[in-house]
Structures are given as structure tokens and as C-alpha cells.
């Protein structure tokens, strides 16, 4: 092959710099213990929640983790 490739490497420069900073300042501010959560979803369920944190301006992350904390709350008080 002679000719050079059009595709982004991966170092390649973001679009908006100042958005990819600011994103990044957020993600810092998170709980610094975190853990990786795998589930098993249809591809039909996986579409419906990106196209709601779409609809809402949100990442599919941040939607989870709203919803988890949502059915989930911190009842650390009401240990027995």
C-alpha cells in the first residue's frame, strides 16, 4: 500500500478541546473507588437506553449510574 490512510490515528487531537478537558475535570471528581460493572442486555434494550441518554444530554453512563443511585439509595443509616 502507497497511499496514506484518511482514518484518525490514536493520538489524533479532539474536536472541541476545551469540552474533552472539562469532561475529563468531572470524571476526576467522581468517587475515587470505583468498580467496573458488566451486565448481559439485548441489543434492543442497549439501543433504548442510548437513544434516553441522548434524549436527555447525557452520556449512557452518567444515565446508569442516576438510575442505579435512584433504585439504590445510601441507606447507611438504617443498618440494624
Do not use: C, H, Y
Request: net charge positive.
Amino acid at each position: 500500500m502507497t497511499g496514506t490512510s484518511s482514518r484518525n490515528g490514536f493520538a489524533s487531537r479532539p474536536a472541541d478541546p476545551e469540552r474533552w478537558v472539562k469532561a475529563a475535570d468531572r470524571t476526576a471528581l467522581a468517587n475515587s473507588f470505583t468498580a467496573r460493572l458488566t451486565i448481559d442486555i439485548t441489543p434492543a434494550l442497549r439501543a433504548r437506553i442510548k437513544v434516553a441518554a441522548f434524549q436527555r444530554g447525557m452520556t449512557v453512563a452518567d444515565t446508569l449510574r442516576a438510575l442505579l443511585a435512584r433504585e439504590f439509595p445510601d441507606n447507611s443509616g438504617d443498618v440494624p
